[in-house]
């Protein structure tokens, strides 16, 4: 039987299973991001956060913060959809929405080993590392993959289909 990681709205509704759970996890991975429209650079980075430690935590945000950070006409793929597909993926152990403009709160409360963002972020930039570093944990910048964003597929596709 195939497992279904949970999925929680926000770090509120995790907290007690949090707090139940994360002395047997090992070392936890941080991420966060929108993951509007799941692209190859959004798995091969998912993949690569998991590969830092035993668990990937991934913050997601809700569609009201997707809305002030995007613009309004995103998301495309409201919360409940993009969550699902994100704990589909084998790198993926958890999702949990927030709805602030930053995880700063997120980040306190799962208070992971490891926090990471993709490599258009440079580790100083990275919201939460104070937080992570004065635990003693790690800041990391994964790579980047060009030409891998949901913003240039859906330019991609107004482009090929404007009449």
């Known amino acids: 039987m195939q497992r279904t990681p949970p999925v929680y709205l926000d770090f509120t509704d995790l907290a007690g299973d949090w707090r139940a ?16 429209i799941l692209h190859a650079g959004h798995v091969t980075y998912l993949e690569e956060a998991r590969e830092l430690g035993d668990f990937l935590v991934l913050g997601l945000n809700d569609d009201a913060s997707v809305r002030r950070l995007k613009g309004d006409k995103r998301p495309i793929m409201p919360f409940a959809d993009r969550a699902r597909v994100l704990v589909g993926l084998a790198s993926v152990d958890l999702v949990v929405g927030f709805g602030e403009d930053t995880p700063y709160n997120l980040i306190d ?5 490891i926090l990471v963002k993709g490599g258009d972020y440079t580790p100083d930039q990275i919201v939460g590392a104070d937080l992570v570093q004065a635990r003693g944990g790690q800041v990391r910048s994964l790579g980047f993959k060009p030409g891998a964003s949901t913003t240039g597929i859906v330019e991609t596709i107004l482009a090929r289909y404007q009449t």
């Open 21 to 36: 759970m994360r002395p047997d996890l090992g070392r936890v991975v941080f991420t966060n991001g929108c993951f509007d």
């Open 109 to 113: 409360g799962v208070a992971p080993d």
